[in-house]
């Protein structure tokens, strides 16, 4: 079975393979095949699109502590679009696996955003179904979610970036960062960090990587600036 290599590919293994194949199967291709009684990914789409938000939230929660309720609904919301959703899809090389009718093949269907993006969320709604929400949580930190600081997401946080504009908008100040202490185990580290401006002022940050420490680290100096400031 042509999906045993994508099984693979992700280190997991169904139990149901056919509720993955389901998860695979467009609604173009149950209508040219109505004799074989398929069923297509529409429920197990609507699925994943909950267990995705209710996964990214836990994580944000836990990841950006020092992140307001605006600012997580922000950085979910640019998760969980359809952009983002394809190119998680195309992360983990789904496309090929898309069983399609002829006509929506030949119209450019296996390319089209929306039509991957909902692969990936009926793949994940498969995936709960037959491992469960802690599978599902422990899929998307391993396989998506280390994507969220190190790709096009990381505007949204980029406290750093912010700060170091600030503070080399008058000559001669400096920045630097430290991890002051790393804590925990291995699959769920939390670091401290702290911020340097100047060799005196200080603020620090927590965070479950260095970078996000580093990051929140920023975002506590940047409201520290912005209140003397007035």
């Given at each position: 079975m042509e999906l045993?290599?994508?099984?693979?590919?992700?280190?997991?293994n169904f139990s149901d393979k056919q509720l993955l194949?389901?998860?695979?199967?467009?609604?173009?291709?149950?209508?040219?095949?109505?004799?074989?009684?398929?069923?297509?990914?529409?429920?197990?789409?609507?699925?994943?699109?909950?267990?995705?938000?209710?996964?990214?939230?836990?994580?944000?929660?836990?990841?950006?502590?020092?992140?307001?309720e605006g600012e997580l609904t922000k950085l979910r919301a640019s998760i969980v679009c359809e952009e983002s959703?394809?190119?998680?899809?195309?992360?983990?090389?789904?496309?090929?696996?898309?069983?399609?009718?002829?006509?929506?093949?030949?119209?450019?269907?296996?390319?089209?955003?929306?039509?991957?993006?909902?692969?990936?969320?009926?793949?994940?709604?498969?995936?709960?179904?037959?491992?469960?929400?802690d599978a599902c949580q422990a899929f998307l930190e391993r396989r998506i979610f280390p994507h969220i600081e190190t790709d096009a997401f990381s505007h949204v946080m980029d406290y750093k970036t912010k700060l170091q504009e600030v503070i080399q908008s008058e000559r001669g100040n400096?920045?630097?960062?430290?991890?002051i202490e790393e804590k925990g185990p291995a699959h769920r580290k939390e670091f401290l960090a702290e911020v340097i401006v100047n060799g005196k002022k200080c603020t620090r940050g927590t965070g479950n990587s260095k970078k996000s420490a580093e990051q929140f680290a920023a975002k506590q100096m940047?409201?520290?600036?912005?209140?003397?400031?007035g």
């Open positions: 045993e290599k994508l099984e693979k590919a992700l280190s997991i194949k389901q998860a695979f199967t467009h609604s173009s291709y149950v209508n040219e095949h109505q004799k074989n009684h398929l069923s297509d990914n529409e429920r197990l789409e609507f699925l994943g699109d909950a267990v995705l938000e209710l996964a990214t939230s836990d994580y944000l929660y836990n990841e950006c502590k020092q992140m307001s959703l394809y190119r998680f899809a195309e992360i983990l090389g789904l496309r090929q696996y898309v069983l399609l009718g002829k006509g929506e093949e030949r119209t450019g269907g296996r390319n089209r955003q929306a039509l991957l993006a909902d692969i990936f969320e009926s793949f994940l709604g498969a995936l709960y179904l037959d491992q469960g929400m400096t920045l630097e960062y430290r991890i940047l409201d520290e600036l912005n209140r003397e400031n």
